[in-house]
């Protein structure tokens, strides 16, 4: 099912548009205006091995450089630069060396080698990783995965589960990064994490999605200090405008809206409004743009 999948995809982007997508917006919201700029597709395509990807995040790794986390990924295993020829691993990731984009050096990571490429982050097992979103606490970089297995319904795919991992030394080379890995605990099929992740305080505040579902959107949050350690107990949500801790159950109510598995978030301190773009997931799947472009809007 999952190579019937991966067909589907490479017929979908032989008919679209491999080019930069335009999608240059503004959006008013009351007496704010917020503008999504166009982000030009050349500047992720100079290696002729990494050719394309879907799920783009980006967290400040605090030391002049930027990570750029990627799920599904194109591999040209012969090095042609066609994604034609590419076969299909599950996440990769990139470091960008500088703040801006079209000014600096950017190196994609995977493991093993070219013409044997397999997913950064591994699964033994017949189930793997797509990545979230994630933040640096006090020196260790922390990322929130989750971990999908092959169905026989829907689109070939189904979530299982989600996981933390912990880097205590992402200031190396990703080669040689030391990674823990947390299994998340029961959160009712609520993909934590796999959304935005910011900090606030003494918190780390992850929006996630209910999938598979209706993508209901929750927020959790959890201690810094537990956190970078690998501790995920005392997790809490947010229900009915409070903090609650003993959940037993998916709190349907306390839903902040319905959207796509990933999106940004942006908290503007001054306005206290939260910002977030989560409408565009089934057009940004389709054309899959690197990274997809969105419209932003308040949701809080």
Not at 222 to 247: H, Q, R, Y
């Amino acid at each position: 099912m999952l190579n019937s999948f991966v067909k589907f995809l490479t017929a979908i982007l032989f008919f679209l548009n491999a080019g930069i997508i335009a999608a240059q917006k503004e959006v008013n919201s009351g007496l704010n205006q917020f503008e999504a700029e166009e982000v030009d597709n050349s500047f992720f395509t100079k290696d002729k091995f990494w050719r394309g990807a879907d799920g783009a995040a980006t967290i400040d790794l605090e030391n002049g450089k930027i990570l750029w986390l990627f799920s599904d990924t194109f591999i040209d295993t012969a090095g042609t630069g066609k994604r034609s020829n590419s076969v299909m691993i599950n996440n990769t990731l990139a470091i960008q060396e500088g703040n801006e984009l079209e000014k600096s050096k950017l190196s994609f990571y995977w493991k093993g080698e070219p013409d044997k490429p397999g997913s950064f982050f591994e699964l033994p097992g017949k189930t793997w990783f797509w990545t979230g979103h994630g933040i640096v606490l006090n020196g260790k970089l922390v990322i929130f995965l989750f971990e999908e297995k092959s169905t026989t319904e829907g689109l070939g795919f189904e979530t299982v589960g989600w996981t933390v991992a912990i880097i205590d030394n992402p200031n190396d080379d990703p080669k040689n990064w030391e990674i823990k890995y947390v299994k998340g605990p029961e959160t009712f099929g609520v993909i934590v994490g796999s959304s935005a992740v910011l900090t606030e305080s003494s918190y780390v505040y992850a929006f996630g999605v209910k999938e598979p579902g209706t993508h209901e959107i929750y927020l959790l949050r959890f201690e810094n200090d537990k956190l970078e350690k690998g501790d995920l107990s005392g997790m809490e949500w947010w229900i009915d405008n409070a903090w609650t801790e003993k959940v037993y159950e998916e709190p349907k109510q306390a839903a902040l809206f319905s959207g796509q598995t990933e999106f940004s978030v942006h908290f503007d301190k001054e306005l206290g409004e939260i910002y977030t773009n989560p409408d565009l997931w089934f057009w940004c799947f389709f054309n899959w743009v690197s990274p997809c472009q969105s419209i932003t809007r308040t949701v809080v």
